[in-house]
């Protein structure tokens, strides 16, 4: 089992940045595909970005493809999301989730098994 715990959110202005980490503690980090997904008021959580166990692989979403990076650490069992140009429409709860099972860059929320408490992004126009 491992336990998730995201940082970085806050309130930033239209076309700012922020950087949200997720901290991982349990079991061996690199074992995990990572995920970052998001929910705001009102819709489904939905898929944001996704990165292999080593770190070699990363899939995007359209809507952020081109302005967020998803990267890891495994030595310091953290997984990473740059997010640059923001717009209003980022506005929500980011998550990161883990997996072992799963090939990377699973989009769907529900497949995963491992899940963070969240931090809120508010972007302002």
């Known amino acids: 089992q491992v336990q998730l715990v995201e940082s970085g959110g806050g309130l930033v202005q239209a076309g700012g940045s922020l950087r949200l980490s997720c901290a991982a503690s349990?079991?061996?980090?690199?074992?995990?595909?990572m995920g970052w997904f998001r929910q705001a008021p009102g819709k489904d959580r939905e898929f944001v970005a996704a990165i292999s166990r080593s770190g070699g692989n990363t899939y995007y979403a359209d809507s952020v493809k081109g302005r967020f990076t998803i990267s890891r650490d495994n030595a310091k069992n953290t997984v990473y999301l740059q997010m640059n140009s923001l717009k209003p429409e980022d506005t929500a709860v980011y998550y990161c989730?883990?997996?072992?099972?799963?090939?990377?860059?699973?989009?769907?929320?529900?497949?995963?098994?491992?899940w963070g408490q969240g931090t809120q992004v508010t972007v302002s126009s």
């Open positions: 989730a883990a997996d072992t099972r799963l090939r990377p860059g699973v989009r769907e929320a529900m497949l995963y098994d491992y």
């Open positions: 349990g079991r061996t980090f690199s074992i995990y595909n």
